[in-house]
């Protein structure tokens, strides 16, 4: 009778140690929402000069399309936005290091970094585009052989061109040049130091017209892409609840109406449910 009683305490608490267990992930995430709601503060980390997702304005202030809507989600979750600027290289071991709470900032989703973080769903379509002087007679892959070319170092543009698809695209061109943003790297191409940049279309079309040129243009597109934001693996709840606010957004027209404000025209595509 004895034996029989332990083994039920016994199968009783392994049932309780596998439960506390199974629970534990769980409360870890809530833990991760509720920490910032307890702060009152949501800490964006972002390349200041990714216009018009997030840059400097003439004032020195950082603003964009990303901005706009990270702060309305702020506003509808009652916590402050806090804006920091990270070097776009190390934006992993910010998030890691907990210096930032999440990388919001035209953030390409790439199975590599939906292995390192907790991804959103896209938001907002985009693709690479390769961006050449007009009178450049570049129209196609081949014509990039022995040409020097531009992208933004730690870039999706930089994934892309390295990744095996392109291999042989690489092994061809003159040389392949990583710059430390791409207004930078637009100027060179207008100057001539280099013959194409590969970028986001989002970015290199508002880039274009905010130069005010008429000799730059997109020749064509290398990859398509879509943006998400990133969160720390155990933030999952935080993650949840942002997206559910995006979604909110997507409902009642916000998320509609920032875009537009931005780029024309409604250009997300955020999940109506």
Request: glycine share 8%; hydrophobic share 45%.
């Amino acid at each position: 009778m004895k034996k029989a009683i332990r083994k039920i305490i016994a199968l009783v608490l392994s049932l309780l140690m596998l439960a506390v267990l199974t629970a534990l992930p769980a409360l870890a995430e809530e833990a991760s929402l509720q920490a910032i709601l307890d702060k009152g503060q949501l800490i964006l980390g972002l390349d200041d000069s990714f216009p018009p997702m997030g840059f400097r304005n003439e004032a020195n202030e950082i603003v964009g399309f990303d901005i706009d809507v990270a702060q309305e989600v702020c506003n509808r979750l009652g916590v402050e936005l806090l804006k920091q600027p990270i070097d776009w290289s190390a934006k992993e071991l910010e998030l890691a290091a907990g210096n930032i709470d999440c990388i919001w900032n035209g953030m390409s989703i790439t199975p590599e970094r939906q292995e390192s973080m907790s991804m959103t769903f896209p938001y907002l379509n985009n693709a690479i585009e390769v961006y050449v002087k007009a009178d450049s007679g570049i129209a196609t892959l081949e014509d990039l052989a022995g040409k020097k070319v531009a992208v933004q170092g730690a870039s999706y543009a930089e994934d892309v061109i390295n990744s095996e698809e392109y291999a042989q695209t690489k092994a061809s061109l003159g040389e392949l040049l990583s710059f430390d943003d791409y207004l930078t790297a637009l100027l060179d191409l207008q100057a001539g130091g280099v013959d194409a940049v590969l970028m986001d279309r989002v970015v290199g079309d508002y880039k274009i017209t905010g130069m005010g040129v008429t000799d730059i243009k997109a020749a064509f597109a290398l990859a398509d892409d879509n943006f998400g934001i990133g969160f720390r693996k155990e933030d999952g709840a935080l993650r949840d609840r942002i997206e559910g606010i995006l979604i909110e957004m997507k409902q009642d027209g916000k998320l509609a109406e920032i875009a537009t404000q931005w780029f024309g025209s409604d250009l997300t595509i955020v999940p109506a449910e």
